[in-house]
């Protein structure tokens, strides 16, 4: 399943940066609308939450502040001094600030339900079961590596029996219905120019390195990284038992493969249009343009069923693709195949050795991570990945109590009114053009914290001390039920991400905001609180996902979610002209020395941040007029204006290492957490207003970027 997403953050585990890309969006989720049916979500007991010594996290936090910084030099510094000073960079972490906070600590919620689980006696529910035996399967090492490669063995196997290049579709179907991201990636996805419809959908994939520059870069540090992933493909070769010399040869032959691939794929930027990715034809016309590869038998056994219509998303990479499977010879095709094989099981089902060496060069290599995180919090991560609404269902009753929902739901229709009144007012768009603004606007569906309708994992089957055959069965169990939506209406109610998940999305082919549970928790939101801070710092996110309606991408979707422009050509030129204030802005800034980030790539991004922390303003200052509110009474010695600005800050406090700066600057839609504060505040007279600062203060921007 593939989604075209826009997410608040790329800190957490779901990895918006792969589902942007098309790549195979890690969590399957289901549901729709409220069915009361049995079949669905088979209840688990429910418990209270356990206690825990965590710390209290407030969303506006006084003591976080560094009174000795100047607010108008640098308002991040201000904000957030004494959060870095209490908050060193964790050895296992590559960066850390306060999504990574609250992440840990539902992250410990998450341990403490499924260790009930995997510890309850009698007779579990069928979830109950589940969540344990998988927490427990992957929690055995000894057992992992008592088997070694053998569970692995007959996918081996399957590869070394190829005997001809017309075998290759069936077994590269089988290959990617098990979770192996090897050449290309198919799925059921919204159809771009009817929302109402999923239709099977082709598009690039097959690389090992995070992103297709890392391919192509020529500097220095790109052509090292290169030589490391040499070496590491090499090792995790060597490990499944190859000699030291074939597994150097055949490495080398993965760079070359996955090299042409990536020559031929769109590069992030390009992918943020979503033209780009849309080219519909059938399965007549795209078997024809694959004459090295039958599409047919590839279909066949990827049980798909043949809907007709077909999105071929990257053409030019599937004729490269073409041209590779006829130039490159069976044994480099297997090396290639082998490699992406082990590479999709070394996490956490194989042997210490393999995670050892995943871990080294993913976290620590590219990313500059000094210590592998602690077995238990991968573990739970693959469970909330794997079984995220069983496991969600439970966090969600101990965790996100119905009050919580509809508070959250009052403050995301004052800022949809606010943003309604907004684009009323605004004076470079047509009164034409607004019509469609305000229809769109009017379209957004609201979901808040958790599906409607639990997902059905009746007929997944979760084997206790089986770590590699349950990831089989998790893969074959989502592959299963993304083909039976192709051909079918789809279903608005799903959701992208688990509840304990702690981000945000808008989604353009659906018009819906999605805001889990698991976000919905301090630093980020209490019902402790006043509208001040929760205004400032929740409002702010519920205007960027929002806005994110209205950015470069999410502009080019109309109310129902249909790629379809609805602007007049005048109002897109002003529009293209005030959003290249920012792409210039963002160009400017040099993250980490000698690279800089990229306008163009995090333009939707901050567009949705301005726009969001605008909106929110707007919203909390026609509450506060209308409750009377004293704007000159401090609280913690700061005005409720002032402390509406610090909340917005201080939810961006991150310690960040240097090579993962680096690599975010190059991949990264999100723009770095200083940036996300200090960049948008400059932006924004009302806040200079706020703590009277006057140009040149750092803080006050001569030119002000605002497009929304
Ligand atoms: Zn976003």
Redesign the pocket.
Known sequence: MFRYL????SNSDFDCFHSRRWMVVKLALFAGLMVASPVFGQQLPVSSPPATSAPELKVFDPSLIDATVDPCDNFYQFSCKGWFKRNPLPADQTSYGRFTELYELNRLHLKQILEDASSASGTRQPNEQKIGDEYASCMDVAAINQKGIAPLQPELDRIAALKTKQELPALLAHLQTIGVSAFFGMGAAQDFADSASVIETYYASGLGLPERDYYTRTDAKSVEQRQQYVAHVSKILELAGESEAQAAKDARTVLEIETRLAQASLTVTEQRDPQNLNHPTDVATLTKELPNFSLTAYIAADRAPSSGKVNDTEPKFFAAFNSLVAESSLDQIKAYLRWHLLHAFAGTSLPQAFDQENWNFYSHTLNGAEKEQERWKRCTSRVDYELGEALGQVYVSRYFPPEEKQRTLAMTLAIEQAMDKDIGSLDWMSAETKVRAKEKLHGVMNKIGYPDKWRDYSTLTIVRGDALGNQIRVQEFNHARDMAKIGKPVDKGEWEMTPPTVNA??DPQQNNVNFPAGYLQPPFFSGKEDDAANYGDMGSTVG??LT?GFDDEGRQFDATGNLKNWWTKDDELKFTDRADCMVKQYDAIESVPGVHLNGKLTL??NL?DLGGLWLAWLAWQDKAHAAHLDLTAKMDGYTPEQRFWIAYAQQWCTQTRQEDLRSRALTDP?APDEYRTNAILQDLPEFAKSFSCKAPAKMVSPKPCRVW
């Open positions: 826009a997410c608040l953050c999305y808008y960027h996902e994110h939707g991004e949705a999100h």
